[in-house]
């Protein structure tokens, strides 16, 4: 067992003009890769192993990064399977100049823990010390069963529908359905 302050994480990087987009804000793909980092950081000192990355739930980028900006991403391990964990990040941005800080996003990246053979590596449960902590659980264990059932639901249902049902589906939506 583990505690969740044994993998805590926090990373601040300088948001450079090279990150830039064609807006002059920064790129949401760089912005990913940062989260990638920083979540395979706090997977990987939990476990004590390799991770892969298996997720990603929540990805939403609430206000744009400006170049300039001072980035910081905070991780926690908020929830673990037996091979998994679902690592909590928030974003902040924070510009030095006027002193203000936003926050740019909040998501969760589920990791796999690797051994060295490449087969899928038990780990660690979590030491649950605040109810802070066991809410972040809850919504952890929450993330996990809803995103199975999304996952189950596009695999199955949407094939086994008739015409008929697909086209009421598209009722009020943005397309025009010229052949199917
Ligand atoms: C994802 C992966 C680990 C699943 O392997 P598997 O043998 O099919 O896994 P299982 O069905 O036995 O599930 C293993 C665990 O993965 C979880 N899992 C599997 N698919 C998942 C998905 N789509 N989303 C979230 N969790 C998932 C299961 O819930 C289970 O968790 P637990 O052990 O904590 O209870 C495997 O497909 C893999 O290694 N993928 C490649 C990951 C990778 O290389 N990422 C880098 C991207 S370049």
Do not use: W
Not at 21 to 46: E, Q, R
């Amino acid at each position: 067992m583990k505690s969740i302050a044994d993998s805590e994480t926090t990373y601040t990087e300088l948001m450079i003009p090279a990150y830039a987009n064609f807006g002059g804000k920064v790129h949401g793909g760089l912005l990913l890769s940062v989260m990638d980092k920083v979540a395979y950081v706090c997977a990987s000192k939990h476990s004590g192993s390799y991770v892969v990355t298996v997720a990603v739930e929540g990805v939403e980028f609430l206000s744009p990064v400006d170049v300039g900006d001072l980035l910081t991403v905070k991780a926690s391990v908020n929830y673990v399977g037996r091979t998994t964990m679902i690592v909590g990040m928030r974003i902040e941005s924070f510009n030095p100049r006027t002193g203000s800080s936003r926050h740019t996003n909040s998501c969760y990246f589920t990791m796999a823990a690797k051994n060295d053979d490449g087969t899928l590596k038990e780990v660690p449960g979590l030491i649950i010390q605040n109810e802070k902590e066991l809410i972040r659980f809850c919504e952890g264990k929450t993330i996990r069963d809803i995103s199975k059932q999304k996952r189950a639901t596009l695999k199955s249902n949407l094939k086994h529908l008739d015409k008929a049902a697909l086209m009421a589906l598209c009722e009020h939506e943005n397309c025009t359905i010229q052949q199917a």
